[in-house]
């Protein structure tokens, strides 16, 4: 049988069109081609190596090339699995400073309130110190308070007159001097004096003196000549009748 030359000539130039065609087909969907050997009795022998043009068929056959149609797409494959966490970027740039917030509202009244002591009718006696302690700022002295009776706690005061009448000392040292000078004292009678500061102590000659007791606010007055060491005291008054009304009461004002 004689071959025509020409078509043996171009087909070396059909099978590398045929694998340009293949080679896109991989990016592109196009029909499959598939190379088989044809017989004498028109039977088909696969060559089961892809689309191959160095494959040789037996003697008496002849290549040929099959054309088919595009199957149908196939499903889904199932999901990967996720993959490792990338390694974190580096930071970013610092953002444009945001704008200046409104001003707040004023804050609450920080003035320090103190806490004041009241009889029992409603009478202002003083600062609270301690129990059943007052400071009196006009003075600026403690005043003591006995708790069951309403009264100050009392002092022995001495006078350089008969009948406890002129002028009116007191005779202390030591702890008592220090206490006495802080606080009002008591003389009973509605009588009540301080030190002042800086007062010495002058022997002066004394003539009676007022016995307290701690169960009332009357005295025994004495008369008794002596010279002793004394300090001068200073009369004032209060603004608030004794006894006083029990019990105490505490505001914050």
Known sequence: MKVNKKILL?????????LFVKQISAQIELPRIT?????????LLGINDGFSILKKCPKGSRMVMIIGEQGPQGLQGP???????GPMGPQGEQGIPGPKGDKGDPGSDATAKTLNAYDANGVKLGIYVDTMVVFY????????IQESKGLLV????????LNCTGDAYISLGGTDLSKALSIVINAGDNKFFVIQTGTPS???????????YLSSDHGTCENNTGNAPVR???????????PIPMPLQYKYE
Do not use: D, H, W
């Open 79 to 85: 999901v990967g699995e996720t993959g490792p966490t």
């Open 232 to 242: 001068a005291l200073t009369e004032v008054s209060l603004p608030f009748s004794f």
């Open 10 to 18: 171009s087909l070396p130039f059909l099978f590398a069109g045929l």
């Open 35 to 43: 190379t088989a050997c044809e017989m004498k009795s028109g039977a």
């Open 137 to 144: 700022p006009e003075f600026q002295r403690f005043m003591e």
């Open 202 to 212: 002058v022997p002066v000659q004394i003539n009676s003196f007022m016995r307290r």
């Open 154 to 161: 009392p002092y022995v005061v001495q006078y350089t007159g």
